[in-house]
């Protein structure tokens, strides 16, 4: 497969490289140190890692799915999703750190599914990159599932990572991404308003609170749908 010039939006990659495979993201965790057999050991795992390591592990997910070398994070620009605005890039580091302060005072009660939904849905409204944030939550989603731990694996990483034009090109379907269902009257340009939706995530089990790729994970693990097979 060629290396591309640009993302799926046209923005330049100036320094191409392959684009990540299914078997090229387990290696990258790996060398990050989460390689855990079971959902629950990559969450304990990911919330032992530094504030800039994690980070680093997002930037890193978003470049190699795009076939670039170099990191394709927006610093300077708000970012419109359709017509609504997201955050502005001052506020993002600040709810960030809150999201991961969060996730690492889950206790164990909470389904590893559902953080990492939670997570995912950070990347979404934090829209840090010129492209591909929708597939970067998703991969993250996937790690934190029993289905990354399948023999079809693979497949489902192909699936989730696709993008949207690639999608529609091929006349294929195209996959849910992760879309959070607010309450009436949200601010979604509001950081403190961004911070306690995600915190809620963690705490809720309501039924509806956002869609994704896997549908929404239950909060806790004793109603998870493998531990009730």
Same mark, same amino acid.
């Given at each position: 497969?060629?290396?591309?010039?640009?993302?799926?939006?046209?923005?330049?990659?100036?320094?191409?490289?392959?684009?990540?495979?299914?078997?090229?993201?387990?290696?990258?965790? $790996?060398?990050?140190?989460? #390689?855990?057999?079971?959902?629950?050991?990559?969450?304990?795992?990911?919330? +032992?890692?530094?504030? $800039?390591?994690?980070?680093?592990?997002?930037?890193?997910?978003?470049?190699?799915?795009?076939?670039?070398?170099?990191?394709?994070?927006?610093?300077?620009?708000?970012?419109?999703?359709?017509?609504?605005?997201?955050?502005?890039?001052?506020?993002?580091?600040?709810?960030?750190?809150?999201?991961? #302060? #969060?996730?690492?005072?889950?206790?164990?009660?909470?389904?590893?599914?559902?953080?990492?939904?939670?997570?995912?849905?950070?990347?979404?409204?934090?829209?840090?990159?010129?492209?591909?944030?929708?597939?970067?939550?998703?991969?993250?989603?996937?790690?934190?599932?029993?289905?990354?731990?399948?023999?079809?694996?693979?497949?489902?990483?192909?699936?989730?990572?696709?993008?949207?034009?690639?999608?529609?090109?091929?006349?294929?379907?195209?996959?849910?991404?992760?879309?959070? +269902?607010?309450?009436?009257?949200?601010?979604?340009?509001?950081?403190?308003?961004?911070?306690?939706?995600?915190?809620?995530?963690?705490? $809720?089990?309501?039924?509806?609170?956002?869609?994704?790729?896997?549908?929404?994970?239950?909060?806790?693990?004793?109603?998870?749908?493998?531990?009730?097979?």
């Amino acid at each position: 497969m060629s290396e591309k010039t640009t993302t799926s939006n046209g923005h330049e990659i100036k320094n191409p490289t392959s684009e990540m495979t299914a078997d090229g993201l387990r290696q990258k965790l $790996e060398e990050w140190g989460i #390689d855990g057999e079971t959902p629950a050991s990559r969450i304990e795992q990911f919330k +032992h890692l530094s504030m $800039e390591g994690i980070a680093i592990v997002i930037d890193e997910i978003n470049k190699s799915l795009q076939g670039s070398r170099d990191s394709l994070m927006n610093h300077e620009t708000v970012v419109k999703i359709g017509t609504q605005e997201t955050l502005k890039p001052e506020f993002r580091y600040d709810v960030f750190k809150q999201l991961i #302060d #969060d996730i690492r005072q889950c206790p164990d009660t909470v389904n590893p599914a559902r953080i990492g939904d939670v997570l995912a849905l950070g990347v979404v409204l934090l829209h840090p990159f010129r492209d591909g944030n929708g597939r970067t939550a998703r991969v993250l989603g996937l790690i934190f599932r029993d289905d990354y731990d399948k023999s079809d694996y693979s497949s489902t990483y192909d699936v989730v990572t696709e993008s949207r034009d690639t999608s529609r090109a091929r006349g294929g379907m195209i996959v849910y991404g992760y879309t959070p +269902h607010f309450p009436e009257g949200f601010d979604q340009t509001n950081p403190v308003e961004v911070s306690a939706y995600l915190a809620g995530l963690l705490r $809720e089990e309501n039924t509806g609170l956002y869609i994704g790729p896997y549908g929404q994970a239950p909060l806790s693990v004793e109603n998870s749908p493998e531990n009730n097979t």
